[in-house]
């Protein structure tokens, strides 16, 4: 329109000047985050440095960052009680996660990517995340059924109560460094979750994670840790395929990639619907046939009263509700798939880099992992508004 004001555009010294004072504007906290989340290998490193040095020099290879404690004294077969100082392994392996993850994803599997051919930098990060959760999950449930299989709750439920406490507060090194690795891992993700680009389901995924840490702690408190390992089991199955099904559609392989997601679908019905709803019917029910009731004996390690397992109870609920949740997106990228041929992630608002993307289920396994080595998409943002400028 003649008459209408035309818009003078910034000129570059303008632009730079503005940029410079939002900078200046942004709080301490901003930038103090944003270091972290930006130099996360420096940081892990060095902090794990500090921790094994001081095990090594000074703590004479006995620091509760690196080694198991409260170990029952003059146990014939070397078992521990779980106790206060156990916080200090789960924040090393808090540590050491968010260190492998970072390594992992950007010297190994980003690189692969590339070299494969993978150009965008959106997907090289989605490469990246996925790939690391395939691997994680497959060793976690590994080791998981592996610490089932040498323990009473082998293919059994009544394992999960028998004897309790006793048996049951006496913990193998084996099940002890697992489950406290595994609650490392945990308080990791929500570290990972935090500092990622926010998605549609960030908030059903927070809940998932503080439910999930919720449960871990409990459990190990109450003396519940076969329990937790089975529930542990049936989650990490499914993500193996998610995870590997993501991976194979970033390198267009479109045919494993759909048996994948299959897969997938097959396995989250059996153990995260099937085999969980059995679990919590073995807390319910079968409990009290092994359990006196209101059984409450801290002095003892006992916690099993009718209000705990009902708590318990309550969490397990609101996890398999979140699971529910999730099983409805997926049905609706199966419903799409079948009419329309896409399989495309329709939580993901805010993750399209403008490549043809989508990725290739509406996953838990965001729920699960929370991924993302968060200086990536920062940094596109960051490119946006200067080009924007």
């Known amino acids: 329109m003649a008459g209408a004001k035309r818009t003078r555009k910034q000129s570059y010294f303008e632009a ?7 900078a200046k504007q942004r709080t301490y906290l901003a930038k103090t985050g944003e270091w972290v989340v930006d130099h996360q290998e ?37 078992r521990y009680y779980r106790g206060t100082r156990d916080i200090y392994f789960v924040l090393h392996w808090t540590v050491v996660f968010t260190y492998i993850r970072v390594v992992v994803m950007s010297r190994l599997l980003e690189p692969f990517a590339r070299w494969y051919g993978v150009k965008s930098a959106h997907k090289l990060t989605r490469f990246g995340e996925q790939g690391w959760l395939a691997i994680y999950y497959t060793l976690s449930n590994a080791a ?17 109560w028998e004897g309790y406490p006793e048996g049951h ?4 090194a084996l ?29 059903v995924m927070f809940a998932h994670h503080i439910a999930t840490c919720n449960l871990l702690v409990w459990s190990l408190y109450a003396n519940f840790t076969r329990i937790g390992n089975a529930i542990l089991c049936t ?60 059984m409450w004996h801290p002095e003892k390690g006992a916690y099993a009263s009718t209000n705990v397992l009902l708590v318990f109870s309550i969490l397990l609920g609101v996890l398999q509700l979140l699971l529910i949740y999730w099983y409805v997106l997926m049905m609706r990228i199966v419903y799409r798939f079948i009419f329309n041929g896409n399989l495309e992630d329709n939580r993901s608002d805010s993750e399209d880099d403008g490549d043809n993307r989508g990725d290739v289920c509406a996953s838990e396994n965001g729920n699960r992992n929370g991924s993302g080595s968060g200086n990536s998409s920062r940094k596109q943002q960051q490119n946006s508004k200067k080009k924007a400028e």
């Open 169 to 172: 507060r006496q913990m193998s």
């Open 144 to 160: 998981g059924l592996y610490v089932m299989y040498n323990g009473p709750h082998w293919m059994n439920s009544r394992g999960f």
């Open 175 to 203: 099940m002890k460094t697992y489950y406290l690795m595994q609650m490392g891992f945990w308080f990791h993700q929500i570290f990972v979750l935090l500092i990622e680009e926010r998605r549609k389901d960030f908030v």
């Open 42 to 78: 420096g940081w892990t490193l060095t902090l794990l440095a500090v921790i094994h040095g001081y095990d090594q020099l000074a703590a004479g290879a006995t620091s509760p960052f690196v080694h198991l404690q409260h170990k029952i004294p003059e146990d014939s077969e070397d």
């Open 16 to 22: 730079k000047a503005a940029r410079e004072t939002a």
């Open 235 to 294: 989650m990490d199955l499914a993500d193996i395929f998610l995870s590997a099904a993501k991976c194979l559609r970033y390198l267009k392989m479109e045919k494993l990639s759909v048996t994948s997601f299959v897969v997938f679908i097959l396995s989250w019905i059996y153990t995260r619907h099937y085999l969980y709803m059995k679990i919590m019917l073995s807390i319910i029910n079968e409990s009290r046939q092994y359990i006196p009731k209101d």
